[in-house]
C-alpha cells in the first residue's frame, strides 16, 4: 500500500477532495500493512471526532482540517501514557475545534448574504438515532451558532456525546465548578430557541412532500397552508450564486417568492427528496447539475424555517453520504 493511499485510508472522507500528498507525521505501517496502534485507535474513532468538530463548526471543510491536525497530534503521544483514548482523541478535537471556531467566527464577519451550516447528505442508520439527528439538523446548527465557542463546546460534548464533566473540563480547560455553569446556561439558551419538539423523520417528510407540491405547482394557497405565519427564509449563496441578501420573515412574503421565482429559474429544474443532516430535505438540480439544497424544519406539522445553501463550495460533501456517530 503506498504512502498517499494509507493517507487515504486513515482520514477517509477528510482527504478525498485534496491532492494525495503525503500527510506529514503519519507513522509506518508493518510490512503487511496492519496498521500500528495509534493508527488503529484513529481508524476507530475517526467518524465520532468528525461529527464532534463538525457539530461545533457547521462546516464539513473545516472539520476536514481538524481532523488532520487531531492526527497529527495523536502521532506524537505515547499511547502508553494514555488511559483512554476516546476521549484523548475526543479532547485534543475539541481543542483544535474551538481554535478554528474563533477563525471561522472572524471570516463570517466579512462573509456575503446569510451564513448557513455546510450541508451533509447523511446514512439512513443518522436519521434512526433521534438524538443524533436533531444534533446535526441545520436547524439545530444554526441554534448552536448562537453560543459562544467554549458554550458550545461544553454543550454538544455533555448533550450530546454524553462526556463526564471532568471529561469536559480537560478539553476545555475549565474547572469542574465552571463547566457545570457553562453547561446550565447552554442548555437554557439552547431550550429557548431550538425547535419546540423533536419531529420524527416520517413527520417531517410528509410536511415536505406537501412543501415540494405546493413549490412546483407554484400553488400559493397549498404553501400558505404548509408554512407557519412566523416562517423565515433563509439563503446563503456566498457572494457566488444569487440567494436572498437577508432574512425573508412571514408566510405570505415567502410563499409569494417561492410561487413566482420556481417557474422564472432559467433552464430545466427538478426537485428531489434527499437525506440531508438526518432528516428528508430537497436537492434542485439545474440542468442536471446539483444546484441548491433546500433543508427544512417543521414545527407542529408546519415549516417554520427554510434553509437554502446554493454556495458551490458548501455543496461538495452532497455527492457522496457521510458516516456520523456518536
Do not use: C
Request: glycine share 6%; proline share 5%.
Amino acid at each position: 500500500m503506498s504512502q498517499s493511499d494509507r493517507v487515504r485510508h486513515l482520514m477517509g472522507d477528510a482527504v478525498e477532495s485534496e491532492q494525495e500528498s503525503p500527510m506529514v507525521g503519519t507513522p509506518q505501517t508493518a510490512a503487511d500493512d496492519r496498521p500500528d496502534r495509534a493508527t488503529e485507535a484513529f481508524l476507530v474513532h475517526r467518524n465520532l471526532l468528525f461529527t464532534v468538530a463538525y457539530e461545533m463548526l457547521g462546516s464539513a471543510a473545516d472539520a476536514e482540517d481538524v481532523l488532520q491536525e487531531t492526527w497529527l497530534r495523536w502521532a506524537g503521544v505515547d499511547l502508553g501514557t494514555v488511559h483512554d483514548q476516546r476521549a484523548y482523541l475526543v479532547r485534543i478535537t475539541t481543542r483544535q475545534s474551538l481554535i478554528r471556531l474563533r477563525t471561522l467566527g472572524r471570516r463570517k464577519e466579512s462573509y456575503v448574504g446569510s451564513w448557513l451550516p455546510e450541508p451533509l447528505l447523511t446514512a439512513p442508520d443518522v436519521a434512526e438515532d433521534i438524538a443524533l439527528a436533531d444534533s446535526v439538523s441545520m436547524a439545530m446548527l444554526l441554534v448552536l451558532e448562537t453560543l459562544a465557542p467554549t458554550e458550545r463546546a461544553v454543550f454538544v460534548l455533555r448533550e450530546v456525546f454524553d462526556l463526564g464533566y471532568d471529561e469536559i473540563a480537560e478539553a476545555v480547560d475549565k474547572s469542574l465548578a465552571a463547566v457545570r455553569q457553562i453547561t446550565h446556561r447552554a442548555r437554557a439558551h439552547v431550550a429557548a430557541r431550538r425547535p419546540r419538539q423533536v419531529v420524527s423523520a416520517a413527520e417531517t417528510r410528509s410536511a415536505l412532500d406537501a412543501f415540494q407540491r405546493a413549490i412546483e405547482t407554484g400553488d400559493l394557497q397549498s404553501l400558505l397552508d404548509i408554512l407557519a405565519p412566523d416562517v423565515v427564509l433563509l439563503g446563503d449563496g456566498g457572494g457566488v450564486k444569487q440567494a436572498v441578501p437577508r432574512p425573508i420573515l412571514g408566510a405570505d412574503k415567502v410563499a409569494r417568492l417561492l410561487a413566482g421565482g420556481w417557474g422564472k429559474v432559467p433552464g430545466v429544474t427538478s426537485l428531489r427528496p434527499a437525506q440531508v443532516n438526518g432528516y428528508p430535505a430537497l436537492i434542485v438540480h439545474l440542468d442536471g447539475e446539483l444546484d441548491t439544497v433546500v433543508a427544512v424544519r417543521i414545527d407542529d406539522g408546519l415549516v417554520t424555517g427554510i434553509y437554502a445553501v446554493r454556495n458551490p463550495a458548501k455543496l461538495s460533501h452532497m455527492e457522496r453520504e457521510t458516516v456520523l456517530s456518536r
